[in-house]
């Protein structure tokens, strides 16, 4: 196991504060209240008396803080042995505030995020993912419904697996850039099935 007081476990418990900082300002609405981490109660109050969001906000925290330091981890491994992979994200044309804010000195607020992908469906960009994949991303690339559409049709013909429009858009924005990709080896993380049945009709349709 590894000791608390290694760089590595020193990285992951930086993350972790500085995430629960973050998300002491978060607010969740519920039953026309705000629940934050703030309203959780003191630390010896037992589990079963504080609201179930509370406790997942602070799980969430800590994920999510192990999860940035083993990024930074990653990156770093990556960079010390000379990797040439390159990361790209995927985002949907009709909801593009988040590829602007990536690409731009600034963060903004799209003006839409009509789209059936719902899962990339965004107008803003949040702290957290923004933080990340405005260092580590080395290109973004926007897809039409159309586009996005077919890669749904394609992981569904080539996969036998049926996934939603934002679970195939890494398979989608693969076959986009196909030219440049070809003789590389190429890695699509394909996640979410949450389509519902007139979606899936218009995209097998279309």
């Not at 994200?89 to 719902?118: C, H, I, L, M």
């Not at 924005?173 to 993380?189: G, N």
Request: charged share 25%; aromatic share 6%.
């Amino acid at each position: 196991m590894r000791d608390q007081h290694t760089p590595g476990a020193a990285r992951t418990n930086l993350a972790c504060e500085q995430t629960q900082y973050r998300l002491r300002s978060v607010r969740i609405e519920i039953a026309g209240r705000l629940v934050g981490e703030d309203q959780s109660g003191p630390m010896h109050q037992r589990a079963c008396k504080r609201d179930p969001l509370q406790l997942a906000a602070r799980q969430l925290a800590r994920h999510a803080g192990t999860a940035i330091a083993e990024a930074d981890r990653r990156q770093e491994l990556r960079n010390a042995l000379g990797a040439r992979a390159r990361i790209i994200g995927v985002g949907a044309a009709n909801a593009d505030g988040v590829y602007r804010s990536w690409k731009g000195p600034g963060r903004v607020v799209g003006e839409s995020a009509q789209t059936f992908a719902e899962g990339i469906a965004t107008r803003v960009s949040f702290d957290l993912p923004f933080s990340i994949y405005k260092q580590y991303l080395d290109d973004f690339v926007l897809l039409t419904e159309e586009e996005l559409a077919e890669g749904v049709r394609m992981a569904l013909k080539t996969t036998h697996n049926l996934p939603e429009g934002a679970g195939s858009a890494s398979i989608a924005a693969a076959y986009k850039l196909r030219q440049t990709l070809a003789e590389q080896r190429v890695v699509c993380i394909m996640s979410g099935g949450n389509i519902d049945a007139a979606k899936l009709k218009w995209v097998l349709s279309a």
